[in-house]
């Protein structure tokens, strides 16, 4: 399973431009990258996937390297409803896996008026 | 937009009791799943459901612990005699396809709050 790293938390203020990076050294050759966000009290809701180059919707961008050791989640303008924590995920593509997602501690996003 | 219900938002119960936790996940999604997460601490996964039967269960998903989907819309989470630990909201999530081919969209529930006293 791809371990992943992102930072803890995160400060901005409304209309900025946020970009949040996660690094996973080990990611296989199958793996898609994943994020998702959590408001408090609510469950995790998916915002982007990707495999590689840029991927983009209404919500995010994901921007993934060519090598794939890491990816960035950028959110464009973000508003005070953005404040949430954010979780990158690289869970296991193919083998046993049936789409069992590992959660690390994620990123605390705080957007500041 | 179809989304995924939880019913109770709310179960408080004494240690030893059981509880079920009911869910009704997006009418045409095949695969089911449960997580929890106890306060300020990570989600974590429990298990998946598909054709009637678990596919994947993690360490935490214990003999107390069984799901059933007993009509075609309901997905239960039972957990037979409940300790203080299992104190958490629970999640429930749905997927039209599998993680197999690297799909990772589901879609979760609101939770319900479990407080075992």
């Known amino acids: 399973l791809a371990k992943t790293t992102q930072p803890i938390s995160m400060d901005s203020y409304e209309g900025q431009e946020v970009n949040i990076t996660c690094s996973h050294n080990?990611?296989?050759?199958?793996?898609?990258i994943t994020w998702y966000q959590q408001f408090p009290s609510q469950g995790p809701r998916f915002i982007i996937q990707?495999?590689?180059t840029k991927v983009t919707n209404e919500v995010a961008s994901l921007f993934i390297p060519a090598d794939r050791k890491s990816s960035t989640l950028s959110l464009p303008r973000v508003s005070l409803s953005d404040t949430a924590v954010y979780y990158c995920?690289?869970?296991?593509?193919?083998?046993?896996?049936?789409?069992?997602?590992?959660f690390g501690q994620g990123t605390i996003l705080t957007v500041h008026p | 937009e179809p989304e995924v219900t939880q019913t109770p938002s709310h179960q408080v119960t004494q240690m030893g009791q059981e509880v079920i936790l009911r869910c009704v996940p997006i009418?045409?999604?095949?695969?089911f799943y449960w997580y929890r997460q106890i306060l300020g601490q990570k989600v974590e996964f429990l298990v998946s459901?598909?054709?009637?039967?678990?596919?994947?269960k993690s360490e935490i998903f214990d003999d107390q612990f069984s799901v059933e989907r007993p009509d075609g819309s309901n997905f239960t989470l039972k957990i037979r005699s409940t300790k203080l630990e299992d104190s958490a909201m629970y999640f429930c999530?749905?997927?039209?396809?599998?993680?197999?081919?690297?799909?990772?969209?589901?879609?979760f529930g609101p939770g319900t709050r479990l407080t075992v006293l």
């Open positions: 080990n990611i296989a050759t199958n793996d898609y």
């Open positions: 999530a749905s997927s039209e396809r599998s993680g197999l081919a690297g799909y990772n969209e589901q879609f």
């Open positions: 990707g495999y590689k």
């Open positions: 009418s045409n999604h095949l695969y």
């Open positions: 995920l690289v869970p296991n593509a193919g083998g046993t896996s049936y789409g069992k997602l590992t």
């Open positions: 459901f598909y054709n009637n039967e678990i596919s994947e």
